[in-house]
């Protein structure tokens, strides 16, 4: 049995799947990394992408639009985003506990809607399978990276643009500054209540996205609690990837394939315990983040409210 993961067909699917998997945890590994990159440490991920993908479902439910059910997702996502922004920012907050609340939050709200809205668990068309036209033809590689749906594909775009974003533009330099040292850089003009709410509002609006994008594009189901941890380990992403989007795609990817691979273990029946196969990639990141954050530094501010000076 062991011996079918090696097949052809079989290769091809775990790696098809784990590209597609890794979507979710790069819409809100990547936001996750502008706000920390601007010192805001957001725990409420996970609550952001549950009302995201909620909200994502109900609308598309409805109405038979995906796009404007993708657009409710990013909108409340980004109301979230500014009610965390507003919190931590404004109100000083303690930024741990007050994301662990907005978490909550996030995730009572949306059991609430599903069963008031709701009640019972349906299903619809998601976003159809897009394929690259000639690329998509290639043997294998066509059906792993160039036959997805179009939220995959958004997903792996956001890498290199986050990056551009970062490294090359004025406002990634403002969006370091503002992490490194906040004094700094208001002592140069730099706003960084401002800096900090955009990149807020940018990762609760990431998050939306990646709760839409289970709900609406790889799952075509809500259900309670559906995104499992997801948020959690997209914030964890952020640290395995020394807050670089380059890094960050690694830690995805890596995790998304040891979680096909685990799903694959149990679609094929091999004899190994379902809760151990379906342990494996939470197992696999508690290791890589033990053996690599002790070699990374983390922006100098995270985490610590800016009072400015008069």
Avoid: C
């Avoid at 598309?60 to 995906?66: A, D, H, M, S, V």
């Avoid at 809500?222 to 964890?236: D, K, L, P, R």
Wanted: proline share 4%.
């Amino acid at each position: 049995m062991i011996s079918d993961l090696l097949s052809v067909t079989v290769l091809i699917g775990i790696l098809a799947s784990g590209i597609r998997l890794a979507t979710p945890y790069l819409y809100a590994a990547i936001g996750e990394t502008f706000g920390q990159k601007s010192g805001v440490l957001n725990l409420g991920v996970e609550g952001q992408m549950l009302l995201g993908s909620f909200a994502a479902f109900y609308v598309t439910f409805k109405t038979g639009n995906l796009w404007l059910g993708l657009l409710t997702a990013m909108l409340v996502g980004a109301l979230m985003g500014l009610a965390m922004a507003y919190v931590t920012v404004n109100l000083h907050a303690q930024q741990g506990i007050s994301g662990i609340g907005f978490y909550l939050f996030g995730l009572g709200m949306s059991e609430l809607l599903f069963q008031s809205l709701m009640g019972s668990v349906e299903t619809i068309q998601g976003f159809p399978k897009v394929h690259i036209p000639f690329l998509s033809d290639i043997p294998g590689i066509g059906e792993i990276f160039f036959s997805q749906n179009a939220l995959v594909y958004g997903a792996y775009l956001l890498v290199p643009l986050a990056w551009f974003v970062l490294n090359k533009t004025t406002l990634g330099l403002k969006i370091r500054a503002v992490g490194e040292n906040p004094d700094a850089a208001d002592s140069l003009g730099v706003s960084v209540a401002r800096v900090r709410y955009f990149t807020i509002i940018l990762g609760g609006t990431l998050s939306g996205i990646a709760g839409a994008s289970l709900s609406i594009a790889l799952l075509n189901v809500f259900q309670q609690g559906m995104t499992s941890g997801q948020g959690f380990i997209a914030v964890a992403l952020v640290y395995f990837g020394a807050w670089r989007p380059v890094g960050v795609l690694g830690g995805a990817l890596l995790f998304s394939l040891v979680n096909s691979l685990q799903l694959w273990i149990q679609v094929l029946g091999i004899p190994i315990p379902s809760d151990i196969a379906v342990m494996m990639p939470y197992v696999l990141t508690i290791l890589v983040l033990v053996a690599t954050v002790s070699r990374v530094r983390a922006p100098s501010a995270l985490s610590k409210p800016f009072e400015r000076e008069d």
